[in-house]
């Protein structure tokens, strides 16, 4: 479990690091660039420096990289490229089959699996760090225009460094006996595999003040709000051990964006209308994915 809790820190570290800055007014007047980032992840993310504000674009970063981590690196194997391969990127027929043959015969699953691991492992390793590089530009184009500009390229390299670290620490578990595996959906909202998003700052004692002003990020919410709220958004994939929970994820609850939700979107003027980020990149689409959650399965399945 202490990958696990080593690649969520680091990734919690580098959202706090870039994050809860307050942004120029002029990145701020770019309302055309949060309108469409909130409505790709569908959360209310606007063009302020208030504490809410800065709470969702925490919540924005983790849950953009962690689906992505879930999808292409944290996998049982990686298929290696070919041109005549259609199929989602990091979720594959491979994975399924392991994920569901998991519950059905672990030995038979494990057996398979360590063949699969034996096969080509330089290859492995270089598709995985492939994939990492391109998560990593990814959330770069993908984000960017919510870190302040002179510290973009530092947040372009951290960005890779993790995803690198996240590739690595992955290889340290996929040969354990039991299969680990990340899920992104459950049966039910349940402190049992969830737990409330953790957006405020854990080092606040030790850095009270970020751009001179206190970053204001409060505590996470209670554990028992779970059952009194509801869930909208993974902010970070739990992790299964067998067919146990290894680690809950994170969810984010309606009570931790309501503020930010309130904020009356700053009014638009022709000027930030005729600019309308220049620059802004086009995303790739990303394909369906098609895998069920082990804890999403029925006995009728």
């Known amino acids: 479990m202490s990958e696990i809790d080593k690649i969520y820190g680091y990734a919690k570290s580098l959202a706090l690091k870039y994050f809860t800055a307050d942004l120029s007014d002029e990145i701020l007047a770019e309302t055309q660039v949060f309108e469409r980032i909130g409505k790709d992840v569908r959360l209310p993310l606007h063009p302020s420096n208030s504490i809410h504000a800065k709470k969702v674009r925490i919540a924005v970063f983790l849950a953009s990289l962690g689906t992505r981590l879930a999808d292409e690196i944290f996998v049982p194997f990686y298929l290696l490229p070919d041109e005549n391969q259609d199929l989602p990127e990091g979720i594959d027929t491979v994975t399924v089959m392991?994920?569901?043959l998991s519950q059905t015969d672990p030995k038979r699953e494990l057996h398979l699996r360590s063949v699969l691991l034996a096969i080509y492992p330089e290859?492995?390793?270089k598709v995985a760090m492939e994939r990492a590089s391109e998560i990593a530009t990814y959330l770069y184009f993908f984000l960017r225009h919510l870190?302040?500009?002179d510290?973009?390229?530092n947040f372009r390299q951290d960005?890779?460094?993790l995803c690198?670290?996240?590739v690595l620490s992955w290889d340290t578990l996929r040969p354990l006996k039991e299969k680990v595996e990340p899920y992104t959906e459950t049966e039910e909202e349940s402190p049992k595999y969830w737990l409330p998003a953790e957006?405020?700052?854990a080092s606040q004692a030790r850095n009270p003040q970020a751009n001179g002003q206190p970053n204001g990020l409060g505590s996470k919410p209670s554990l028992h709000s779970l059952k009194?709220?509801?869930g909208i958004k993974l902010v970070w994939p739990g992790f299964s051990y067998g067919n146990k929970v290894l680690k809950q994820g994170f969810m984010l609850l309606e009570s931790q964006v309501e503020r930010a939700s309130e904020e009356a979107p700053l009014k638009r003027n022709v000027r930030a209308m005729q600019r309308a980020s220049p620059g802004f990149p086009v995303l790739p689409n990303r394909r369906s994915i098609t895998k069920k959650s082990k804890f999403m399965l029925t006995a009728g399945d």
């Open 147 to 149: 870190v302040s500009e």
């Open 228 to 230: 009194s709220a509801k």
């Open 159 to 161: 960005i890779l460094q």
């Open 98 to 100: 392991l994920s569901n």
């Open 199 to 201: 957006l405020d700052a």
């Open 164 to 166: 690198r670290e996240a």
């Open 123 to 125: 290859e492995q390793m």
């Open 151 to 153: 510290q973009r390229e």
